[in-house]
C-alpha cells in the first residue's frame, strides 16, 4: 500500500514538473530589439521651432544600455577628465516598450532636478539604428522641446 502511495505521488510529481516547464517556455518573449548597448550618433533638439544639434563633440561620446525592463545612459569626455571642463553625466531608471510607444521613469540623474519624471518617446528601428524622438517637458526647469536621437547598436 505504501509503494502504491509512493508512486502515485511520484507520477504526480513529474506530471506537475513537466506541465510547468511547457507553460514556462511558451511565457517567454521574443527578445526586444532594444536590449543591448547603443552609441549615440546624432541628436536633435527642437523647441519653438528652432532646431539646435546637440550630438556630443568629438571629444565627447555617449552610450545608452537596455536590459528587460531598465535603462542607463553614460556621457563622458574622451580625455578622461584631463581637459579645461571635464564631463561626464549619467541617468538610470525603468522603461516599458509597446510597440514603437517606449516611456521612460528617469529615478536616478546627475542632473538631479530631471529625477522621478517621465517621458514618453517613440522608437523605430531600422537594422542596427535606433531613432528614438518625442518631447521632454518640465515646467518647474522651463524645458520644453523635442529630441530627436539616432543610436547605432553596439556588437
Known sequence: MKLNLFC?????????SCTQQKET???????QPLIGTWHLISSKSIAKGDTTVTTPPKDQEMVKIFNGSDFAFFTHDLR???????VFDSGSGTYVLEGNNYSEHLA?????DWENRDFKFTVKFKNDTLIQSGIEKID??????????TYVKLR
Do not use: F, M, W
Open 8 to 16: 502515485l505521488a511520484c507520477a504526480i510529481v513529474i506530471t506537475v
Open 25 to 31: 517556455k511558451t511565457e517567454q518573449k521574443a527578445p
Open 80 to 86: 578622461k577628465g584631463k581637459v579645461s571642463k571635464p
Open 108 to 112: 536616478y540623474c546627475n542632473y538631479r
Open 140 to 149: 518647474s526647469l522651463n524645458i520644453d522641446h523635442e529630441i530627436i536621437e
